[in-house]
Structure formats: structure tokens, C-alpha cells
T-cell receptor, first 114, second 116 residues
Framework: DAGVTQSPTHLIKTRGQQVTLRCSPK?????VSWYQQALGQGPQFIFQ???????QRGNFPDRFSGHQFPNYSSELNVNALLLGDSALYLC?????????????FGPGTRLTVL | AQSVAQPEDQVNVAEGNPLTVKCTYS??????LFWYVQYPNRGLQFLLK??????LVKGSYGFEAEFNKSQTSFHLKKPSALVSDSALYFC??????????????FGGGTRLMVKP
């Protein structure tokens, strides 16, 4: 049973560029959440997708957007990259996004903005 | 609003000794609490969760956590530490907002160092 997978593993971009990160949820899961983990900090919630719609959003600007596909996989897009966007981006999946559900995390994508 | 605090940036313990990693929370309504572990350059790995019922929750790799409602705490414990337990540990609380989905709010993390 494959767990949550993310691609790419590492990414280097320059300021002002755009980036797309990808996530495939754990088998049987239909809810995908994205988190940003800056160096030395705990993960911060970006948004959650369920049934191909953004269901909840954290305190992130509109430069951060996402998408969920019919097969439940998801993309995170970040436009007009800033140096402060450098972080580990984590994807998590859960069965239905209930508050009692465990979220299972992927290995993350390390984004470096120069 | 909900929040989680992990008051210790680092915990040092000798191998074979018991360990405790502290977590306190603030949430309106029933708390749903989680512990995750993160190894270097890796994602978060689920250890255990408290939903309801017994205040002592048992999880993976011999870890357990004690829920204390009066002290709003959810401390992670292990009777005998291993060097391989050395990692970054995160406490998190789940929040459900009017069927709008759940989000995890994490503490800042505690680095556990187990020395031989």
C-alpha cells in the first residue's frame, strides 16, 4: 500500500518565478491538505481540498493556489515567488477530512528561492 | 482559535531512561490531539492520537501520551528511550470549522536527543 507521494523532492527557483508541486494521496483517501514548514518551525496549514474544491484555507496570500483532480491527487501552485517562500512543503491525506481523522504526510518538497 | 505550545526546544535523555516531551493546548470545544515525529529531511510520521476515552493513549514504537483535561496537556512519554528515538517531535490539535474541513495546528517542535 503506497503512502503519500510528492514530487519533486527538491526544487530551486528564483524570485518572481512560479512553481507547481504535486501530491498523490494514500490509497483510499480523498482529502488532501498542504502545509508549509519553514526551517526550525512547525508546519503551517495552507489549504485543504475535498471533492475537487478548496474546503478550508489558512492565512496564506492568494499567490498560493491549488487544485485537486478526480483521482484525488493535488497540486500546489505558488506565483511570484519570494525569498520567504523557501520551505519544506508537505502534503497530507486523510479519509474524509473529519477532525478525528489522522492525516498522513508525504516526504515533502524542499523549495529554495534564490 | 486554537493553539499548541511545546515549551521545550530540546530534551536530552540518556538511553534506557524514561522520556517526556511536553505539550499544552488551547482549543474551544473537544480537543483532538496528535503527536508526529520528523526525522532529518523527512516528512512527518504519525505516532498516536487522542480522540476520546482513556486518557492514556498508546502509539507506535512504544510511545504513549497522557491527556490531562484540567491541565490542558498532552505529554508524550516512553518508558525507555533509544538512541534511534532522536528526532524532532510535533504536537498538533485538530480543528473542525462548521463542516468546512479539518486543519492541524502544530506546536513549534521539540528536538529529542538520546545519548548512549
Amino acid at each position: 500500500d503506497a503512502g503519500v507521494t510528492q514530487s519533486p523532492t527538491h526544487l530551486i527557483k528564483t524570485r518572481g518565478q512560479q512553481v507547481t508541486l504535486r501530491c498523490s494521496p494514500k490509497s483510499g483517501h480523498d482529502t488532501v491538505s498542504w502545509y508549509q514548514q519553514a526551517l526550525g518551525q512547525g508546519p503551517q496549514f495552507i489549504f485543504q481540498y475535498y471533492e475537487e474544491e478548496e474546503r478550508q484555507r489558512g492565512n496564506f496570500p492568494d499567490r498560493f493556489s491549488g487544485h485537486q483532480f478526480p483521482n484525488y491527487s493535488s497540486e500546489l501552485n505558488v506565483n511570484a515567488l519570494l525569498l520567504g517562500d523557501s520551505a519544506l512543503y508537505l502534503c497530507a491525506s486523510s479519509p474524509a477530512g473529519r477532525n478525528t481523522d489522522t492525516q498522513y504526510f508525504g516526504p515533502g518538497t524542499r523549495l529554495t528561492v534564490l | 482559535a486554537q493553539s499548541v505550545a511545546q515549551p521545550e526546544d530540546q530534551v536530552n535523555v540518556a538511553e534506557g531512561n524514561p522520556l517526556t516531551v511536553k505539550c499544552t493546548y488551547s482549543v474551544s470545544g473537544n480537543p483532538y490531539l496528535f503527536w508526529y515525529v520528523q526525522y532529518p529531511n523527512r516528512g512527518l510520521q504519525f505516532l498516536l492520537k487522542y480522540i476520546t476515552g482513556d486518557n492514556l493513549v498508546k502509539g507506535s514504537y512504544g510511545f504513549e501520551a497522557e491527556f490531562n483535561k484540567s491541565q490542558t496537556s498532552f505529554h508524550l512519554k516512553k518508558p525507555s528511550a533509544l538512541v534511534s528515538d532522536s528526532a524532532l517531535y510535533f504536537c498538533a490539535v485538530s480543528y473542525w470549522d462548521n463542516n468546512a474541513g479539518n486543519m492541524l495546528t502544530f506546536g513549534g517542535g521539540t528536538r529529542l536527543m538520546v545519548k548512549p
